[in-house]
Each structure stands twice: as C-alpha cells, then as structure tokens.
C-alpha cells in the first residue's frame, strides 16, 4: 500500500481510493463529512457518503451519491470500506480501509461526548492515518460541560445587562450546537443566519433535536441572541446589530482556535491533543501517518511519548512505508 496527501487522501494498492478528493475527475470518492474544505462534490465523480452527511450538502437522491450507514461494509475500487462515527458533526464519518492491511483513517474526530454526538469509537488497524488539526501540547480543551457552563454564565450576564448577544459558530456543526445550547440551558429562542437555519433543518429531518429557532430577516426585535457563521462577524456588522436592535452588543465565538478579537468559548469539533494521543495509546496501530494541522509536530510527539513510529503524510516515504507493511 502506498499513501498521500494528494488531492485529500489516497491509499493505493493495484487501485486508488480517494478520501475527501478534490481535483480528480471520474473517480469514485468517499466523503468523510459535510464541510466545505472536505466535500468537494462535482458531477464528474461518484460519491460514498453517509445518509446524513448527504442530508447536510442537499444530496439525497441524487445519481451519484451512495449513501452507506455506520458499520456496513462496501467495496470501492477493490477496496472493502466501512464507515463509523467519528464525532466531528452529524454524519460525520471514520474509515476502515482493507486490501491486505487494515487502515484507519480518522478524518475530523473528537473524543468529547457533546449536548448532541457521541465521541468517537476508537478503531484498530495496522496504520492509522489521524488528523493533526490541534497537535500540538498547548491545545488541551477543558470538558465540554465546564465550556457550557461558562458559557451560559457569561451570557446570562450580557442578558442581565439588557445587552443584544452574538454567538458565532460555524453554520455546520458548531451553529446546532449553541442552537441547543440556547434552548436547553438558557430556556432562549435564538435568531439565526439563513444558513444556520437550513442546516438545523437538516439535522431535524434526522431526528436531531435542537429546540426552537428563528430565521433571521429583519427581526431583531423577536429575540435576545443570534446565532451567524463566524465569517460574518465584523465591527461593522455589530455596530449595524446595535443600531438596528437599539441595544449594546456583546459577541463571542465558540472555536478551539486562539487570537481571536472577540471573547472566546473552547468548544471545538476536532480532538485536542490529549485526544490525539489517546487515540493512538488505544487504538495500538504499527504506524501513524499524520495530516492535516500540526502533522509533522504531532507525529514527533507520538514517537517520544509513545514508541510508535509516525510521520506526516507530506513527507511519508513510499518505499519506507511498502516496506513496513510487507
């Protein structure tokens, strides 16, 4: 087996598999979850993907879509794949590759049980490919629960103060997150951007609860609190937000990311780097190839503190590796 980072993941053994490709036509490619930067879907492939998954890209039905539930086994390419929660957002899926060895390939995980997922089941094979996206020590997020209690604390404050309160968190994923967050703990209706919005009917049409919800359109005044994608939150725009609502506005946004500009909630979908570690301590691979994030520094740090031989997926040697799993 030979493996890269081109064009996402590919794992080749007589054949190709394709893992959140881009840029490849006329192949069949499996798509680990909905967001952007990892499904890149064109009518010139065919695609592997959960039902829920294709639910949050709008793609139920659709020709060249597959949709394969958790736990079933399909072939692709020669290839027999199966599909496990990975804990990342809803649908989102881990892999167990077999074509002599057996390879893993986490993509986005956490091991964090969430207001709305179940953490990630720890899979075993020989190589495990794992995402580095927080891989480096200084990124240990505290229990999701002490996150949430923060952070109704902090906004029940704002509140008390009669200010307008933004929460900003990715439109898929994170935004149903704070949506039931709000309902369940604040006992709040929030407004939400129009994307949000469509996404939290997604995960409703999949039986994801969230609470109530208001789509944002011109409507400041029919609740306390908005939900926006973080992109979209600027100075300007909370200064249209407090003329438009005649309020003071206070914002925060739920990331794992530091530095920025506006207060912060450590309420991250990917694993920190306590989770990393874990993950590869338990799942007792041969190998661990790294990607995506802090690659090259997480592959270090799982030698020296686990004795297992690991190496970013950018600078894996093809005949080292062939060699290994021969």
């Not at 990630?120 to 629960?145: C, N, W």
């Not at 409703?204 to 609470?211: A, Y």
Request: hydrophobic share 40%.
């Amino acid at each position: 087996m030979q493996f890269s980072g081109e064009h996402g993941i590919r794992i080749r053994h007589d054949s190709d598999l394709f893992i959140d490709a881009c840029g490849v036509k006329g192949k069949n490619i499996i798509v680990s979850h909905a967001h952007s930067d990892h499904a890149k879907i064109t009518s010139a492939n065919n695609y592997f993907m959960s039902r829920e998954t294709a639910s949050l890209l709008h793609l139920n039905g659709k020709e060249k879509v597959k949709e394969v539930p958790f736990g079933k086994k399909f072939e692709v390419n020669g290839f027999e794949v199966s599909m496990y929660n990975s804990g990342h957002i809803l649908g989102a899926a881990q892999l167990k590759v077999c074509n002599g060895k057996e390879v893993v390939a986490t993509t986005d995980f956490k091991l964090q049980k969430s207001i709305l997922l179940e953490p990630a089941e720890i899979l075993h094979g020989d190589v495990l490919l794992m995402e580095s996206t927080f891989g480096l020590p200084e990124y240990i997020f505290p229990e999701r629960q002490l996150v949430y209690e923060d952070m109704i604390k902090w906004v029940n404050s704002q509140l008390a103060l009669k200010r307008f309160v933004v929460l900003g968190g990715y439109a898929t994923g994170k935004a149903q997150e704070l949506t039931k967050v709000v309902n369940e703990f604040l006992n709040e209706t929030p407004l939400v951007h129009k994307r949000v919005f469509e996404q939290n009917k997604a995960y409703e049409s999949n039986g994801v609860r969230l609470g109530s919800f208001i789509e944002l359109n011109h409507n400041l005044d029919e609740a306390d609190i908005l939900i926006l994608p973080p992109h979209f939150i600027s100075d300007d725009l909370l200064h249209a937000v407090s003329l438009q609502s005649g309020r003071k506005v206070s914002c925060a946004i739920a990331t794992g990311w530091r530095g920025s500009k506006f207060k912060t909630f450590p309420l991250s979908d990917h694993a920190d780097f306590r989770q990393l570690l874990g993950y590869v301590k338990e799942s007792e691979p041969k190998m661990v190839l790294t990607h995506h994030g802090f690659d090259r520094e997480l592959a270090k740090s799982i030698q020296k503190k686990l004795g297992v031989p690991a190496k970013s997926l950018q600078d894996s040697n093809q005949k080292t590796l062939q060699e290994f799993l021969s």
